[in-house]
């Protein structure tokens, strides 16, 4: 039994859609998730839906029952994540789950970003708790981009605070596949990929390839981070998540969401989707 936490979000359902893909029987496959009526279209697939609540170990322990193979996807709560880690490491290590494959951050373990905290902590209850994992580091999602592609080019504007510098992001599909393979093949134990795309973009990049397909003209604008995270609360982020984000974009001029590595890609056996495809994909969808 493969089991999949936050199943109705979109990594979560994109890896269930790639397990099917692979022929893994929907019988096979536990959709772990805090409302069962959203995940009604993976049941109807044949797939089983199991309530668990991250804050809330007896429904972690009834839902990993029978479970062999567990995907973490990291919590999208940001209050006390390590916490809600454990109970689901803790709650599978009673369960005899075999493997946890957990969506960490690239380069976690060397990363000075905020958002990289809560993931150095999670790795480290996974070490101490006997439970055999591997770590998924995922880097940027292209998503981060495409997702607002929309209002990005009827500003024609990107905003960010990155300035020239690189970074290889990867589509949300890419890092399914790549969860995929771990949670459907073995020799994974112990392992942590350094998961980001074969294409290292810049901000400027991004906004060229959206002039490019799109045919409307978007221009990036590089803003220090104090500022960047000003303009963000302006539109009505969160405070507390405009720091971040522009805590992100001083990440990657420190090159913390870069890798010299081919990890994802060889994960996958193809090239990682190209950002100009992922446009195209983005302004279809």
């Known amino acids: 039994m493969i089991a999949i936490t936050g199943a109705t979000g979109h990594l979560g359902h994109l890896v269930i859609q790639t397990l099917l893909h692979r022929g893994v029987p929907a019988h096979s496959i536990a959709a772990l998730v805090r409302n069962p009526e959203k995940a009604a279209a993976l049941a109807a697939k044949g797939v089983q839906v199991r309530t668990a609540d991250y804050t809330q ?28 880690h454990r109970n689901v490491i803790h709650a599978a290590r009673d369960a005899g789950v075999q493997l946890i494959a ?10 000075a970003m905020i958002l990289a905290a809560d993931h150095k902590a999670t790795e480290d209850i996974l070490r101490t708790s006997g439970v055999p994992f591997a770590l998924l580091r995922n880097g940027w999602y292209t998503e981060n981009y495409t997702g607002s592609l929309t209002q990005t080019l009827d500003q024609g504007a990107l905003l960010g605070a990155a300035g020239t510098h690189a970074f290889q992001p990867a589509t949300r599909q890419d890092y399914a596949e790549a969860a995929a393979v771990v949670l459907t093949t073995v020799g994974h134990e112990r392992k942590t990929y350094e998961l980001a795309g074969d294409e290292a973009v810049t901000l400027d990049a991004i ?79």
Do not use: C, K, M, W
Not at 59 to 84: C, E, F, K
Not at 102 to 111: D, G, K
């Open 57 to 84: 170990p007896d429904t972690l322990r009834a839902a990993l029952q029978g479970v062999d193979r567990l995907l973490l996807i990291s919590s999208n709560d940001y209050n006390d994540r390590p916490g809600q």
């Open 102 to 111: 957990y969506t960490s951050i690239l380069n976690a373990n060397r990363s």
């Open 207 to 285: 906004a060229e390839a959206f002039t490019q397909v799109s045919g409307r003209p978007v221009q990036y604008h590089n803003l220090s981070a104090d500022e960047y995270a000003r303009t963000l609360v302006g539109f009505g982020v969160p405070e507390g998540f405009a720091a971040v984000l522009a805590d992100s974009d001083t990440g990657i001029t420190r090159g913390d969401l870069s890798t010299d590595g081919r990890d994802l890609s060889r994960l996958i056996g193809r090239p990682t989707t190209a950002l100009s495809q992922a446009v195209r994909d983005a302004l279809n969808s």
